[in-house]
């Protein structure tokens, strides 16, 4: 018994490598590993794979892509069509007018680049004091270097050593902390950065009127708004995004995850006018950030394809139909006794468990009944693909109810 040569994300390192299960197809909502047992995949693997698994016309543009032009830099001077065909579409849908778009591999290096660009921003504007990052208590905003020290889960923050500094991180739904800060040191604050539902710390959705809140603080103060949209994106709420699910237009929205479903890599960062201003006026400015798979051709390539399984399935609607369920089923148990309470949006939804309850004991139940859950703390999330159908629901609750029970 020992530990593979795969050094597992967000595992015990020595944990002994035949306690993993080995995954091998999927389709639809549905996967198998390799002893042949199914899987309702009601997490969407991540909170990403919006469009379920396997489907052929996003694996078919990946490899037509792949046939022509697989990869190639996007340093200056170089460009691809899938980049710019999907960067003008993404822009086209964001809240923001007259946007752009900038390219990363993950959510985490969108975060860390956002929150560079708005300290940059105002430097460029003649505030180089402004360098303040507020986030919030139960944020999750990937774990780069910089969202890290911006993370609102402090178990991630630690062990790290020395982060980056000037972070302050506000009680989460708390508008009235977030405006004393405001009052206290809003000419030094750079950006807010906020998820519109907290996912990973939790399944929160904002309190009325949270999100519009720290706009007017922002605007008041000249600092940025950044809503971080890795999983609330991509029609996860309904929407393009849960800006626009809460009405809140950001300067700077970072999204990965659903843009392709996950089936590759891709991360970015809707950047608009407030900040672009600034950049695109700058004299002689050059942007000296950027990763080597920016704007990956075929990464890109994959991306244009989900958003057409989007917009020709009419996916996004199938959010409303999502959350009905969940929510009937989860208050049924919460009702019942079964749970302690229950919370969601859409199609991401938590189970709060009753004190006492081992979110990772129940979890494993629910591998046995063949459905895939996130623990977490207290709690078990669910975050199903967008085609997850009625009757696999149905399975999903009935399985959850087995485990608490």
């Not at 993404?90 to 923001?96: E, K, N, Q, R, T």
């Not at 940059?120 to 505030?127: D, K, M, N, S, V």
């Not at 708390?174 to 405006?179: G, H, K």
């Amino acid at each position: 018994m020992a530990p593979s040569s795969y050094l597992h994300p967000f595992a015990p390192p020595a944990k002994d490598a035949a306690s993993f299960i080995t995954l091998v197809r999927g389709e639809g909502s549905t996967l198998w590993d390799r002893d042949g047992n199914s899987y309702i995949d009601a997490m969407a693997s991540l909170w990403y794979c919006n469009a379920g698994h396997g489907d052929r016309r996003i694996i078919e543009a990946a490899q037509r892509q792949l046939d022509t032009l697989a990869t190639y830099n996007t340093f200056d001077p170089w460009t691809n069509e899938p980049a710019e065909a999907l960067a003008a579409r993404i822009a086209g849908v964001a809240p923001m007018d007259d946007a752009r778009v900038f390219f990363t591999c993950s959510g985490s290096e969108a975060i860390d680049t956002a929150l560079k660009l708005a300290r940059l921003t105002a430097g460029l504007r003649g505030e180089g004091d402004r360098q303040l990052l507020v986030s919030r208590t139960a944020g999750y905003h990937g774990t780069a270097f910089g969202g890290t020290s911006v993370q609102g889960i402090a178990a991630n923050r630690e062990g790290w050593g020395d982060l980056v500094p000037g972070t302050v991180t506000l009680p989460q739904h708390d508008i009235e902390a977030a405006a004393r800060l405001f009052a206290e040191q809003g000419d030094r604050i750079a950006a807010v950065v906020a998820e519109p539902v907290q996912g990973a710390g939790g399944v929160h959705p904002p309190h009325p009127d949270y999100l519009a809140g720290l706009r007017r603080l922002c605007d008041a103060h000249g600092a940025l708004l950044i809503v971080d949209e890795v999983i609330c994106g991509w029609g996860r709420l309904g929407h393009w995004f849960g800006s626009d699910h809460y009405g809140v237009v950001p300067d700077l929205i970072t999204f990965a995850k659903g843009v392709t479903s996950g089936y590759v890599p891709l991360g970015g960062v809707i950047v608009g006018r407030r900040v672009l201003d600034v950049l695109e006026q700058a004299p002689g400015f050059w942007l000296r950030h950027g990763y080597t798979y920016s704007g990956h051709p075929t990464s890109c390539a994959a991306g244009l394809a989900t958003i057409d399984v989007y917009e020709q399935d009419r996916l996004f609607e199938r959010a409303a139909t999502i959350g009905k369920l969940f929510d009937e089923g989860l208050r049924s148990l919460a009702d019942d006794g079964l749970i302690a309470s229950h919370r969601g949006e859409g199609a991401i939804w938590a189970a709060q468990l009753v004190d006492g309850t081992d979110p990772y004991v129940v979890r494993d139940r629910m591998l046995a009944a063949g459905v895939i859950a996130r623990p977490l703390v207290g709690a078990t999330a669910f975050c199903p693909p967008l085609v997850i159908t009625e009757d696999e629901i149905g399975r999903v609750i009935d399985a959850f109810a087995d485990a608490v029970r």
